[in-house]
C-alpha cells in the first residue's frame, strides 16, 4: 500500500463546480443573504482531489450505499480504520468499509446477503487505497 | 543580456502523461504497455514505459507495429482529450497550493517559483509536492529543482532518468550532483537545443551539457543566436528566463499571461482568450503543427483578498487544426463555459495539445477557415449528390466508419460526463 500523505488544507483552491446545486430555506432576510448553500461547497471540500464513482452492486446497502448511487470519493484524505473507501482489487475499483486490525487489512461488505463475504487483503502489491468516499448521492427522480 | 536576481526553480512534469490520466480510473492498465493514439492518423502520442521498452517511439504510427502490438498484448486508446485536460487543471490548482508563483507551460509540465523556500530542504519540499499530486490526483510525476529553468529542466530529465537516484526528485543546487548531470546528459537533451543545433555542436565536439556550458557565449550566439547564448548563461546558473518568458514545448504549447489590473467582464476576458488563441495558432503553424485539442484556463489571483476561483476547460478540435478562426472559436466556447461573473481574474491562458505534423491531419471538406469556398464546396456537393444520390458525396468529417473505429478505443468521459462516471463495485 502507498505511504499514506497527510491532508494539507492550505493546498486548497476552491473551484467552483459546474451546475452547482443550491438548496436553502426560504428566509424573509433572503434580500440580506449573499449567497446560497452551496451543497459543492458542503460535499466537496478539495474539488481538485475529489471525484465522483457510479456505485454498481449490493453488497453496501446496509451502510446506506445502494445500487446506482454516486459516490463522493475524496483522495486527498488519508483512509483510517472503518472509513468506507474505494479501493484497488485484482484491476477493480471496489466499495467496502475498510477495517485495519494491526498488521492486517480488510476489505467488508455491509449486507444482510450472506453470499457477500468480507476479504483479507493478503496481496498488498495489487491493492490500493484509491480514495475515501465521504459521501453518497442518492436521486430520486430523474 | 538580461539577468534575473537569484531564484529557486522547480519544474514539475507529469510521467507518462495521457497513459497516466488512463490507468487512474482503469487499474488494470497498470504494469502492462499502453498506447494513446492521435485521433487523426492513427500515431503514437503517448506510451507507457512498458510500451517505451519495446521500443516503440514517439509519433510511430500503429500500422508499422501491429504485429508487436498483438504479440505483446500492446493497450491502445484513442486520445481522451477531455479526461486529460480535467486531469491537468486539478494537477495544476493542487500545484498552486504549494506557491502562488506557477507557471503553466504545457499540459502536463509547470514551472514553479520556489525562491523563497530555500530555508527549508528543497528536495523534502519537492517529495511532499510530488506524493501530494499523486495522492490527490492520480498522476505520478518528477520534479526538478534548480536556479535556472534551463537547469530545473535538466533536473527533471535528471529525475526521470534516475541519473542520481530513484526518488523521483531531483535538486542540482548542490554542485558536485550539477556537474554529474551535465556531463551524462547528451546536448541534445538539454532544453531549446534541437536535432539540427545539437548535430551542428556535435561537430564541434560539443556533446554534453557540460561541454554546451562550456562553451564560449558568443560563439553560441553566431551558432544557434540569442536563444543558444541563453542556454550557456543558464546551464552556467545564470537566470535569463523568468516565469511566463520560455520557448514553446515540442509535445505542447501555451500562451498565458496575467492581466495588469483584475478582468471582471466577459468582452475583455473574451478578446484576451482571442488573441492567446491567435497567438498559439501562429506558434503552431510556425512549427508545421496543427493541435488535437485546446485547453483554456483563467484564475484569480493567490495574493488578492476575496474568493478564490479556478477552473479550465478542455475543447477538442476534430479534425486537428492549426486554423486560427477554428481556435479562437474553440478558446471562446471553452472561456464561456468557465467564466463567472463578478470574479476578478487575474490570469488566463491557452495551452494547445495533442501536436500533430500538419501534413499528416485528415483534411476537412468543411474546413471553416475559408468560409466562401466553403460555401461552394457545398453548393456542389448538394449538386452532385441531387444528380447522383444521396451521400454519393459526404464530408470526410462524418464517414462514421473511419471515425467509429477510432472512437472504439476511447475511454469514457470518467471526470466530465455524469454518465461517464467510473464504476465502484459495491
Sequence with gaps: METPVPVLMTSCPVVAVEAVVSAGFPSPAADYVEGRIDLAEVLVPHPSATFTLRVAGHSMTRAGIHDGDLAIVDRSLTARHDDVVVAVLDGELVCKRLLIRGRRIYLIPETDDPSYRPTEVTDRSGFEVWGVVTSTVRLHRR | MAMVPPRVYGLVDCNNFYVSCERVFDPRLEGVPVGVLSNNDGCFVARSA???ALGVKMGQPLFEVRDL?????VRVLSSNYSLYGDLSARVTDCLRGFTPRLEVYSIDESFLDLS??????LLAYAAEIRATVRRWTGIPTCVGIAVTKTLAKLANHAAKKTLLDDSGVCDLGGESEREHVLRVVPVEDVWGIGRRSAEKLGMLGVKTAADLRDMEPRRARQMLTVVGERIVYELRGLSCLPLDQAPAPRKTT?????FGTPVTEWEPMREAVAAYATRAGEKLRAEGLAAE?????MHTSPFRPGPAYSNAATVELRPATDDTFALIAAATAGARKIWRDGVQFSKAGVILTGLVPVSKVQPDLLAAADRARGARLMAAM?????RMGRDTLVPAATIGRAWRMRQESRSPSYTTE???VPVVRA
Excluded at chain 2, 382 to 386: E, M, V
Aim: glycine fraction near 6%; hydrophobic fraction near 40%; avoid cysteine.
Design chain 2, 69 to 73: 502490438v498483438r504479440q505483446h498484448r
Design chain 2, 116 to 121: 523563497g523556500f530555500e530555508g527549508r530542504d
Design chain 2, 50 to 52: 512498458e510500451l517505451k
Design chain 2, 293 to 297: 485539442a485546446l485547453q483554456v484556463f
Design chain 2, 382 to 386: 448538394d449538386a452532385i449528390n441531387s
Design chain 2, 418 to 420: 455524469l454518465d461517464d
Design chain 2, 254 to 258: 501555451a500562451v498565458t499571461r496575467s
